[in-house]
C-alpha cells in the first residue's frame, strides 16, 4: 500500500499565508483531497480534485499538485482555521484509500 | 439536505464483533461508495473499507480478514463488522460518502466511540 506523509505541525500568523504540503508516490497517478477536523468534530472536505471546493468552504482555502506533493494553502489565515488538516488519496491500486498523518495547524 | 446517521454499540469486550450501521437520509445510494473510517483517540485517520449499491466492496489489506461491509438498499443503510476486537480497535468510527464524480469523502456521520476494554 503507498502512504502520505505530512508534518505533524504548523503555525502561521493570523491573516498569513501558509502551506500545508503532503507526499506520496501514489500522488503523480491522483489527486489528494483535503480535510479539516476541529476538536469534537467530524472532518470537513475542504478541496478535492484539481483545486476545487465544496459549497461553503471559503476562498482562501485552495489547492495544488506537483509531482509526488499536493499542497493545501491558506492565504490569509482566520483564528476559526486553526484544526487538524488530513491529505487522503487512492492508493497505487486504486481500490483503497490512504489518509496523511494530519498536520497540527496553530494559528497565532 | 442529505445526511448520514450511524448507531451502535460502544463498549464491547476483547474477542467479540463491533457491529455498526449508517442510514443515509436524503439521497439514494446509488452513484456512490459508503466507507467506514476510524480514528483512535488522538491519534489521525483510518480507512476500513466501501461499498456500494450493487454490493461492491473494498477493504483495508490491514484489516480485510476481520471486517464485513454489507449494504441494505431498500432502508438505504450499510454497516460494518469488525470481528475478534482488541483495545487496538478502541476508536471513533465514522461513516462518510464518496461520490464518484469527485473520489473524495464528501458527507461524514457524526461518529460513533467504540471502546474495547475487558
Known amino acids: 500500500s503507498s502512504e502520505l506523509t505530512q508534518d505533524p505541525a504548523v503555525s502561521v500568523a493570523l491573516g498569513q499565508t501558509v502551506r500545508i504540503t503532503c507526499q506520496g508516490d501514489?500522488?503523480?497517478?491522483?489527486?489528494a483531497s483535503w480535510y479539516q477536523q476541529k476538536p469534537g468534530q467530524a472532518p470537513v472536505l475542504v478541496i478535492y480534485?484539481?483545486?476545487n471546493r465544496p459549497s461553503g468552504i471559503p476562498g482562501r482555502f485552495s489547492g495544488s499538485n506537483s509531482g509526488n506533493t499536493a499542497s493545501l494553502t491558506i492565504a490569509g489565515a482566520q483564528a476559526e482555521d486553526e484544526a487538524d488538516y488530513y491529505c487522503n488519496s487512492r492508493d497505487s491500486s486504486g481500490h483503497h484509500w490512504v489518509f496523511g498523518g494530519g498536520t497540527k495547524l496553530t494559528v497565532l | 439536505q442529505v445526511r448520514v446517521q450511524q448507531w451502535g454499540a460502544g463498549l464491547l469486550r476483547p474477542s467479540e464483533t463491533l457491529s455498526l450501521t449508517c442510514v443515509v437520509y436524503?439521497?439514494?445510494?446509488?452513484?456512490?461508495?459508503w466507507s467506514w473510517i476510524r480514528q483512535p483517540p488522538g491519534k489521525g485517520l483510518e480507512w476500513i473499507g466501501e461499498i456500494n449499491h450493487s454490493g461492491n466492496t473494498n477493504y483495508n489489506p490491514s484489516l480485510k480478514s476481520r471486517v464485513t461491509i454489507s449494504v441494505d438498499t431498500s432502508k438505504n443503510q450499510f454497516s460494518l463488522k469488525l470481528s475478534s476486537v482488541t483495545a487496538a480497535d478502541t476508536a471513533l468510527y465514522y461513516c462518510a460518502r464518496v461520490p464518484n464524480w469527485i473520489d473524495s469523502f464528501d458527507i461524514w456521520g457524526q461518529g460513533t466511540m467504540v471502546t474495547v476494554s475487558s
Open positions: 436524503g439521497a439514494s445510494f446509488s452513484g456512490y461508495y
Open positions: 480534485g484539481k483545486n
Open positions: 501514489n500522488l503523480r497517478s491522483y489527486y
